[in-house]
């Protein structure tokens, strides 16, 4: 009898180990190997070569080098040690009083990490001001998508530390007036944000969400009030007087709760709280200086104490915490009752990081997939050739590159207006994509913002589930192993707060409605004469090429236009999500079309059709609804989620 093999725990088939090449290479660059001679992400490449000019090499060999970084296995060690060993509270110490200095642990991987985003320049670039040959936020936003997987959370404080700084930026030169201090210490902290010098570099948080409204800020039940010359000498009595760094505490006074605080290990905050002249922005160090007696330390925490870390389906590296505030000393920015203001620069700049966060985690995915099927075996060939797998697959790549486009065209919108559009633009493939007026791209980039965050993210959720699926049982492992590159479901559960941070889906469906219906923005028909304008300008561009898709995109922009001009205001907050979702479909396929024709690139122009294909549909896809109101309509709806008993029979069933 032949003898058959029999397998052990150290015999028989095992799976090759997926190698997982770099996302991006210079097209120049001198390579050894040949799984360096070309990017493994192809449409990370393209986004580069249409949004950068040939002869900016700098940049090109900075993101080269960061798609290197990123998968060294020391710098995975990190990683993988900031998700393995999650964030600790010790709130008291060891006689049972309260623990001022250091209530909050993380992990040597998560201080390291950190350390990397700033010291690569994944906030400074987009600061130097010596640099105008190119767009910066493009520079920056490239680094940070070869290295936001690896990094985990550490890209939550910085998106909340380059939207402090770009807020703070527009205070730089203003005097102190009644808050002696503030010009210095406004320019210190924007110096430290910036800095890429992690032995000075500070990171921020953004302390708004409280138990009474999430994301409604008009609910908010933190109070701030100025002290006065006699509390402000209690104050000094008690050696209340600097922050950690010997700058002066400022002369306000909070007190209140924060329910959902990301970024707590942060240096200083801004917060929203109440005053007798409404919601104002306030600049807080999060440390202070107290008197040294013995061997105690010589800072606390400045009137913060963290309640209790947040315990989430993902993020589980980043420290998420309740904080309960008592004596916060902290400084007024700006004007008071203009809080929301104020810190609607640092909200654009994390919903744009949410959006880009969610093209990273999906690149990650697909990059992992890619190097799986290349290798797996299955009945006896290579999953690589297997045509249902590659079928599915083509589909999760054609999204992921629409995604991927519409990211970086926000990104290098909000990029050249940092800059000088006809400079950063002028000498990129882009010329005639991103308009050269400061006026239209502005107007162009507040509506699509909120559009990018919502639909990118739900996307990459999507996407990610898809690739989990494509490693078979591996991919639903927590695969900390070899680094933790196959860990996609640790990816995967990030993700997940995309749609939810920084305004959910719903919110941002909101905000995209306000923007159509604001008078002072377009004139109250941002879509009929700014947004349309622009489609249809950049579609005689991609002509005669796609001269079948481009009529399938107009279709689509005309039914846009109808259902805008003909139902109100509350018909459009009912189809809210809908909106979003045409907005995002004709955007991207605008970009992918543009893309294609810049080289008549075979798979480009291919991704491009397929999108374009996608959804097909009629002009009166948007016109009001027959039959039943919208608000029957939303009446029946609330029957069928519900549940609601009395129902009325002889009413007819709304058709939806």
Known sequence: MATRLVSSSTDGFFQELPVVPSLFTTLDQKTTTKADVISDDKAFARVLELYLPSSAQQPLQAIHEMSRLALRPDILA???????????????????????????????????????????????????????DWNRRVHQFALGHAYICTGTLTGCPMAMSDGAAKLLQGHLDKPDGNQPGLNRIVNEAYRRLISNNPKEAWTAGQWMTERSGGSDVSGTETYARRLDASELAEESRKGRVLD???????????????????????????????????????????????????????????????????????????????????????????????????????????????????????????????????????????????????????????????????????????????????????????????????????????LLTPVMKSQITLASVAGLRESMECLGGVGYCENNEDGGLMNISRIFRDAQSGPIWEGTVSVMAEDVVRVITDKRIGGGKVIQTVYSPWVRRVLTECNP?????????????????????????????????????????????????????????????????????????????????????????????KKIFLGTSGIDSSRTTAKL
């Open 545 to 637: 090429t796609f001269s079948s898709e481009v009529e399938l995109v107009l279709v689509r922009l005309t039914a846009l236009e109808n259902m805008v001009k003909t139902i109100d205001k509350e018909q459009l907050l009912f189809q809210g999500r809908e909106l979003l979702q045409h907005l995002e479909w004709v955007t991207c396929a605008v970009l992918l079309m543009y893309d294609a024709c810049t080289d008549e690139d075979e798979i480009a122009t291919e991704i491009a059709r397929r999108w374009a294909r996608s959804h097909p549909m009629s002009p009166t896809t948007f016109q009001p609804l027959s039959g039943p109101s919208w608000a029957e309509v939303s009446k029946m709806d």
């Open 78 to 132: 990190h990683s993988v040690d900031a998700e393995t060993n999650h964030p600790k509270l010790r709130p008291f110490n060891t006689f049972g009083q309260e623990n001022k200095n250091d209530p909050l642990w993380t992990t040597a991987g998560w201080k390291a990490l950190k350390a990397i985003y700033q010291e690569n320049g994944l906030i400074s670039v987009a600061y130097d001001t010596t640099n105008q």
């Open 244 to 446: 950690a760094h010997g700058m002066p505490l400022g002369p306000w006074c909070i007190n209140g709760f924060k329910w959902f605080s990301s970024a707590t290990d942060s240096d200083m905050t801004m917060m929203l709280a109440q005053t007798d002249s409404g919601l104002s922005l306030f600049y807080a160090p999060t440390r202070r200086r107290v008197p040294a007696t013995g061997n105690a330390p010589s800072s606390e925490l400045n009137g913060i104490r963290i309640q209790r870390l947040k315990d989430k389906l993902g993020t589980k590296s980043l420290p998420t915490a309740e904080l309960e505030l008592k004596g916060v000393r902290a400084y007024l920015i700006g004007e008071e009752g203009r809080g929301v203001k104020e810190i609607s620069a640092i909200l654009n700049m994390t919903r744009l990081y949410t959006a880009h966060a969610g093209v990273g985690y999906w690149a990650r995915g697909l990059q992992v997939c890619r190097a799986h099927a290349r290798v797996r075996k299955v009945r006896g060939g290579l999953l690589q050739d297997n045509p249902a797998h590659l079928r599915w697959m083509a589909s999760e790549t054609v999204k992921y590159t629409a995604a991927t486009h519409f990211a970086f065209f926000g990104i290098a919108m909000h990029g050249a207006m940092e800059q000088n559009p006809d400079k950063v633009v002028g000498s990129t493939k882009a010329s005639s994509l991103i308009p050269s007026a400061k006026d239209e791209l502005a107007i162009l980039l507040r």
